[in-house]
């Protein structure tokens, strides 16, 4: 049986473009996908890389945060997932894939943009776990924008907010929680090197994001904390098709890499991991870039 260990060619791996044209509203919902993507429900593999640790994954109801919340699981984990009320579909079932590992799971349903909200995600966490050792700040906002005369001051603000200021609130909540040997992940993008035309806004926090962490890892280490961003390129994910990329764009999504394809997240999850558990003990203030060729510079 071929499975994601199987030697095989990996442009072939995952669903290649062109897409069905598949435009939802904001936030998307990823059980709403066609082809759902492939999260790691069934596919990934734990090997107990995380036993008993206690993990916050903002966004983690789909996409790259599910991936690394059933991932994290999978190896051993508490997680919590923060994500919006509306997603409370997509939300229970990794909920049930976490429980069903015999993990704890919390449900944080909840705007992040607000700042009284993402600082309290993270005391919840602590409450429910009785700890923090691994915070994953992966929630993003992404609304495609043609021209900069159509980027409002309304969007720029709801941009900033979800990408960088709820990246500070809830990772100033949560220094003070986290031990030595505790790791912060952040989600930026290929677009902090390589910005596309149509994603003034989202490419800006995206390079913010980059800065923050570097930033931050140099201030962390100093506790034995690390600090580390992963830099996706494309991912198939409800980002994108809820007005992330134009619908015309979603339905050729990832062709333009080197491999052909966009990356299912359940490919992302295994660098969350090893940045988060204890193998990745000399990696930090670092990026990883995960872009089906492209690369970062
Ligand atoms: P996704 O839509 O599945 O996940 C993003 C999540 O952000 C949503 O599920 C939602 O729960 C959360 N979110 C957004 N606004 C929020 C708010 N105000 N309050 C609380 N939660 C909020 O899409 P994804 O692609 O998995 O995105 C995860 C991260 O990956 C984002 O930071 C995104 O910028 C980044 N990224 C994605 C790609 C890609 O191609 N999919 C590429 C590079 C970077
Ligand atoms: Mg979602």
Request: without cysteine.
């Amino acid at each position: 049986m071929t499975n994601r260990f199987t030697l095989q060619d990996p442009r072939k791996q995952y669903p290649q473009p062109p897409f069905p044209r598949q435009p939802q509203p904001v936030p998307g919902i990823a059980s709403k996908m066609d082809p759902v993507p492939d999260h790691g429900e069934t596919s990934y593999v734990g090997s107990g890389r995380l036993n008993g640790r206690r993990a916050l994954i903002t966004g983690g109801d789909s996409g790259i945060g599910r991936a690394a919340a059933i991932a994290f699981a999978r190896e051993g984990a508490d997680v919590a997932i923060s994500y919006l009320a509306s997603e409370e579909a997509d939300a229970r079932e990794v909920i049930a894939i976490i429980e069903a590992e015999g993990r704890k799971a919390l449900a944080l349903p909840g705007d992040i943009t607000e700042e009284a909200w993402a600082r309290e995600i993270v005391e919840r966490t602590v409450q429910a776990f009785g700890g923090l050792d691994i915070l994953v700040v992966n929630a993003g906002r992404q609304q495609n924008r043609e021209d900069i005369s159509k980027v409002t001051s309304d969007d720029f603000d709801k941009t900033m907010k979800t990408n960088l200021y709820a990246l500070h609130w809830i990772a100033q909540a949560a220094v003070p929680h986290l031990p030595a040997g505790a790791s912060v992940i952040t989600t930026a993008s290929v677009q902090a090197y390589e910005p596309s035309a149509i994603l003034l806004d989202y490419a800006t926090t995206k390079a913010g994001i980059v800065a923050y962490t570097k930033a931050l890892a140099k201030q962390l280490i100093e506790k034995g904390i690390r600090a580390n961003v992963v830099a996706p390129g494309p991912f198939w994910t409800a980002l994108q098709s809820s007005g992330g990329q134009p619908p015309e764009k979603v339905q050729q999504f990832g062709a333009e890499s080197q491999i052909g394809r966009p990356g299912q997240p359940v490919e992302i999850a295994p660098v969350y991991v090893l940045l988060a558990s204890q193998e990745g003990s000399y990696i930090t203030g670092e990026v990883y870039g995960v872009t089906g060729g492209a690369g970062i510079a």
